[in-house]
């Protein structure tokens, strides 16, 4: 409302008439609980994928420390790091599963247009440029309420970070002894 009163005012405009600029025009049809949710999928999915490019460093570094080291494949210590790379791995699955969760969204409760196919013109545009912006393949759900109100893709994104490092941890721990 704040930015449609300005533009109003600065086009000459009262406030509060909407004469230029209506709210519709400067929300693009967004709905509250479809911005929010969507923010923190964006969010939680770049911030996943920067912990999981630190997560595969570390692998690449034990990896070469295998290569390099004088261990043998009898040795118990080699096979004791070796582990921790199928750990990795099994860990990488869940995340990459969880991260997929995520990508499932809604958008489109408030779009209002002259017609049906207006309205799905629309909310594929809104699509293209979100999936051009982002590195992920967004999609529409099906049915947008099962997206909007159920936020397990989160909990299930948390649940796989927190096994990935509670392992990688138990892992070094281990090693230290």
């Known amino acids: ?23 519709q025009d400067v929300n693009m049809f967004q709905d509250i609980r479809e911005v929010v949710v969507l923010s923190g999928k964006l969010t939680a999915i770049k911030l996943a994928k920067k912990m999981f490019v ?15 080291s004088s261990l043998s494949e009898d040795d118990e210590l080699y096979d004791e790091i070796k582990s921790i790379g199928a750990i990795f791995e099994r860990d990488a699955k ?11 969204i ?9 017609s049906k196919q207006e309205k799905e013109d629309y909310i594929n545009c809104f699509l293209k440029n979100l999936n051009q912006q982002a590195t992920e393949k ?12 159920n936020l397990d893709g989160f909990m299930h994104l948390s649940t796989a970070a927190k096994n990935l ?10 090693l230290k002894y």
């Open 138 to 149: 967004y999609k529409l759900s099906e049915n947008r309420f099962v997206v909007s109100r």
């Open 165 to 174: 490092m509670i392992n990688l941890s138990k892992c070094i721990s281990d």
């Open 54 to 68: 630190e997560c595969k460093k570390f692998k690449a570094s034990i990896d070469a420390l295998l290569e390099s």
């Open 94 to 104: 869940r995340f990459d599963k969880a991260m997929n969760g995520l990508l499932e």
């Open 106 to 114: 809604c958008y489109g409760a408030n779009v209002s247009l002259n």
């Open 1 to 23: 409302e704040v930015i449609a009163n300005r533009a109003n005012e600065m086009l000459g405009g009262e406030k509060g008439t909407y004469e230029y600029v209506s709210v």
